[in-house]
T-cell receptor
Framework: DAMVIQNPRYQVTQFGKPVTLSCSQTLNHNVMYWYQQKSSQAPKLLFH???????NEADTPDNFQSRRPNTSFCFLDIRSPGLGDAAMYLC?????????????FGDGTRLSIL | SQQGEEDPQALSIQEGENATMNCSYKTSINNLQWYRQNSGRGLVHLIL?????REKHSGRLRVTLDTSKKSSSLLITASRAADTASYFC???????????FGKGTMLLVSP
């Protein structure tokens, strides 16, 4: 089945130690998104790619970076994680189309900071 | 902000009952979408309703959209314990490829 896969499902890192989360998709969608979701809150968009075009949300901290080496893969790098970065990180994809198309989500990576 | 606001924040019902969740938003939209999120999992797209549509059905789901009131509702009929999840509305602007999610309604369906 075509899907969005996030690895790992759970990640523990130390305060200030860089961490990378990964996302892959077999849907061949050209739009990919990264969201941060804290407990009992709405998913908050960090950035998205339209093909190779990177779009950063205005309030996304500089501590968060992303790479998309090809259509299938996208990475979220947190350069110096703080305690406030503990959250679920969700990757999603969507096809192009008029207006916003339905998004397909992975099951997320839950990040804990020690 | 385009963010939708769902109410109620939490809803607890018995199996077989209907569940209604409401969403309000602030500016004009191209479409409005509803998603479900089971605990510890990603979001799953349920239904999309375009700004020129007033009602849409999918199985036990019924969505309405009132653009004059900037509001939408999601009705789940004959609920099941497996419907227990958080439900989010999300709005999309025309010409953009991003969604803005509301805070969600947590639905608990008891057997």
């Amino acid at each position: 089945d075509a899907m969005v896969i996030q690895n790992p499902r759970y990640q523990v890192t130390q305060f200030g130690k860089p961490v990378t989360l990964s996302c892959s998709q077999t849907l061949n969608h050209n739009v990919m998104y990264w969201y941060q979701q804290k407990s009992s809150q709405a998913p908050k968009l960090l950035f998205h790619y339209y093909d190779k075009d990177f779009n950063n949300e205005a309030d996304t901290p500089d501590n968060f970076q992303s790479r998309r080496p090809n259509t299938s893969f996208c990475f979220l790098d947190i350069r110096s994680p703080g305690l406030g970065d503990a959250a679920m990180y969700l990757c999603a994809t969507s096809p192009p189309g008029t207006g916003v198309q339905p998004q397909h989500f992975g099951d997320g990576t839950r990040l804990s900071i020690l | 902000s385009q963010q939708g606001e769902e109410d109620p924040q939490a809803l607890s019902i018995q199996e077989g009952e209907n569940a209604t969740m409401n969403c309000s938003y602030k500016t004009s939209i191209n479409n409005l979408q509803w998603y479900r999120q089971n605990s510890g999992r990603g979001l799953v797209h349920l239904i999309l309703i375009r700004s020129n549509e007033r009602e849409k059905h999918s199985g036990r789901l019924r969505v309405t959209l009132d653009t004059s009131k900037k509001s939408s509702s999601l009705l789940i009929t004959a609920s099941r314990a497996a419907d227990t999840a958080s439900y989010f509305c999300a709005t999309g602007d025309s010409g953009y490829s991003t969604l803005t999610f509301g805070k969600g309604t947590m639905l608990l369906v008891s057997p």
